[in-house]
C-alpha cells in the first residue's frame, strides 16, 4: 500500500539548473498538494491542484510551475533553480480540497541548490 | 491572511505524564481543524480531526479540544511514551495552512 510516492528523495543542483520533482498517489484521490518545508517555517504551500486539469497558486509559488499529469501524478519544475529553493518538498493529496478531508503525505524530497 | 502559532520550543515531559500543545489561530474562523504528526525524515500522517461544533474529539490516548473563543486547540497525549516523541502539527485544513509544529520528547 504506498500512498503517495515522491522522487528522487535527496538531489544536488546548482544554481541555474533545472529539476522536476515527481509525486503519484495510488488513492484515487481527486486534490493534490505541493508544500516546502523550511526550518521555522513550517509547511508553506506552494501549489496544489483540486481535481484533475486544475492547478492554483498557493502562498509561496514564485520560481515554481506544476502540472497535472493525470488522477494520479503532480509535478513541481524549477525552471532555474535558486539557493532560496534548498528545502525540503512534501506531495500531499487528498479526497477533495477545501473540506474536512485529511492530506496524505510522501516522505518528501530533500532538495540542496549549491 | 490566516495564521496559526504553536510553541516552537520543544516540550520535554516524563514518560508516564500527560503532554499538553497549544495551537492558536488568528484572522479565521475554521470549520475544522486537523492535527497530524511527523517523525524526522518522513512526511506528516494525519492523526485527529475536530469540528467547531465539537468541544473534545478523543481518539486511544489522545484527546483534542478546540475553543472557538479563545481561537485555539489542546492536544493532550495521556500517558505519555517515549515512542510519542515526534513533532506534532496543527493545520487549518479548508484553508491548506499550517502550523510550524512543536516537538515533543517523552524521556523515559
Known amino acids: 500500500n504506498a500512498g503517495v510516492t515522491q522522487t528522487p528523495k535527496f538531489q544536488v543542483l546548482k544554481t541555474g539548473q533545472s529539476m522536476t520533482l515527481q509525486c503519484a498517489q495510488d488513492?484515487?484521490?481527486?486534490?493534490m498538494y505541493w508544500y516546502r518545508q523550511d526550518p521555522g517555517m513550517g509547511l508553506r504551500l506552494i501549489y496544489y491542484?483540486?481535481?484533475?486539469?486544475?492547478?492554483d497558486k498557493g502562498e509561496v509559488p514564485n520560481g515554481y510551475n506544476v502540472s497535472r499529469l493525470n488522477k494520479r501524478e503532480f509535478s513541481l519544475r524549477l525552471e532555474s533553480a535558486a539557493p532560496s529553493q534548498t528545502s525540503v518538498y512534501f506531495c500531499?493529496?487528498?479526497?477533495?480540497?477545501?473540506?474536512?478531508?485529511?492530506?496524505?503525505f510522501g516522505d518528501g524530497t530533500r532538495l540542496s541548490i549549491l | 491572511s490566516q495564521k496559526i502559532e504553536q510553541n516552537s520550543e520543544a516540550l520535554n515531559i516524563q514518560e508516564g505524564k500527560t503532554a499538553t500543545l497549544t495551537c492558536n489561530y488568528t484572522n479565521y474562523s475554521p470549520a475544522y481543524l486537523q492535527w497530524y504528526r511527523q517523525d524526522p525524515g518522513r512526511g506528516p500522517v494525519f492523526l485527529l480531526l475536530?469540528?467547531?461544533?465539537?468541544k473534545e474529539k478523543r481518539k486511544e490516548r489522545l484527546k483534542v479540544t478546540f475553543d472557538t473563543t479563545l481561537k485555539q486547540s489542546l492536544f493532550h497525549i495521556t500517558a505519555s511514551q517515549p515512542a510519542d516523541s515526534a513533532t506534532y502539527l496543527c493545520?487549518?485544513?479548508?484553508?491548506?495552512?499550517f502550523g510550524t509544529g512543536t516537538r515533543l520528547l517523552v524521556s523515559p
Open positions: 475536530i469540528r467547531e461544533n465539537e
Open positions: 500531499a493529496s487528498s479526497e477533495v480540497s477545501g473540506s474536512n478531508q485529511p492530506q496524505h
Open positions: 491542484s483540486a481535481s484533475e486539469g486544475t492547478t
Open positions: 493545520a487549518l485544513a479548508s484553508k491548506l495552512v
Open positions: 488513492m484515487n484521490h481527486n486534490s
